[in-house]
């Protein structure tokens, strides 16, 4: 199908990117995935629309080598999924700076630099989404807790919009998207809803905002989150 939409979903193993993974096998689109290390549950889909490879996005060596790989590809979609929440409930006096560092690092720093590292490789008119959190929003943050991971994904929203200010000129769109609270590892086996749920609206808020620009903030269900 020439015609058939192109995704590179990075940070696929598990969870919600092994599930977008899926979803969008589903609807028809070729993906690419990412994983940091093998997958069982990358290696369980049998798709030949399904591409794996494997990258860190904390490895800027290992990006650019990935970039090499995937010359011959043009995206519709670059997803940055992969995030860490490393000691995400305690306080952040009680956090060892080096992790608190290198969570800001994994979750706000590298996504951005992945996806202007892959900017290239993105098809006219294209989005590129981040993985936030709603816990990112200053405007919400009412119950406190989790601070520092919500500082990173704060972080994450504020670069990715300077970030769609500073290529705007390029006709390519922004979305930063909360999963909602879902049943992974993260999220624990209380959240609010599974993770079917949770990609199944996010692929239909991504593939609503494709062909559109500028940056926006939004949840699984298409809302509007304050910034």
Not at 21 to 46: D, H, I, M, N, Y
Not at 65 to 93: C, K, M, N, W
Request: charged residues 20%.
């Amino acid at each position: 199908m020439a015609d058939r939409k192109n995704a590179l979903i990075v940070g696929a193993s598990r969870g919600l990117g092994l599930g977008l993974v899926e979803t969008f096998l589903q609807r028809g689109w070729r993906v690419t995935a990412t994983q940091r290390s093998a997958s069982p549950g990358l290696a369980a889909l049998k798709s030949e629309a399904l591409r794996v490879e494997t990258a860190d996005i904390d490895d800027d060596g290992a990006v650019a080598a990935l970039h090499e790989t995937l010359s011959g590809e043009r995206y519709d979609l670059i997803f940055v999924v992969a995030g860490v929440a490393t000691q995400a409930h305690d306080p952040l006096h009680a956090v060892p700076r080096d992790v608190a560092a290198q969570v800001y690092l994994t979750n706000a720093v590298s996504p951005i630099r992945f996806a202007e590292a892959f900017l290239d490789r993105l098809a006219p008119k294209g989005l590129v989404a981040f993985m936030s959190s709603i816990l990112g929003s200053v405007g919400l943050n009412e119950a406190g807790g989790w601070e520092n991971y919500r500082a990173s994904k704060a972080a994450l929203n504020t670069l990715a919009r300077s970030f769609e200010i500073r290529h705007r000129d390029a006709g390519f769109g922004v979305v930063l998207l909360h999963p909602g609270w879902v049943r992974t590892e993260m999220g624990g086996a209380d959240a609010d809803i599974d993770v079917a749920t949770s990609v199944t609206g996010l692929t239909d808020v991504i593939e609503g905002r494709l062909g559109r620009t500028g940056c926006v903030y939004l949840d699984y269900t298409g809302k509007t989150l304050d910034w």
